[in-house]
């Protein structure tokens, strides 16, 4: 549906209940990999909105011949 995202829903009473989308990039042997969880940004609608945006914005300094690795730290998520 969206290339790069990827939807998870998680069971209540398993071990995983993460509920959300997952943003995964490679190029040249480098992965870059964000998760945009449901709690967090609400609903499923504004995570997705924030995985696409994020997603756009890393395409894009990519097209302006940004490199890679240099984009995936910036936009890598602050601890």
Do not use: P
Not at 1 to 18: L, P, Q
Not at 42 to 67: P, Q, V, Y
């Amino acid at each position: 549906m969206h290339r790069y995202i990827t939807r998870y829903n998680g069971k209540k009473g398993t071990r995983n209940t993460f509920c959300g989308w997952r943003l995964c990039m490679t190029r040249q042997k480098e992965t870059y990999v964000r998760y945009f969880t449901d709690r967090e940004y609400e609903n499923a609608e504004a995570s997705l909105a924030a995985a696409l945006e994020i997603r756009d914005a890393m395409m894009n300094a990519m097209a302006n011949g940004e490199a890679f690795v240099s984009v995936c730290e910036r936009f890598r998520k602050a601890k």
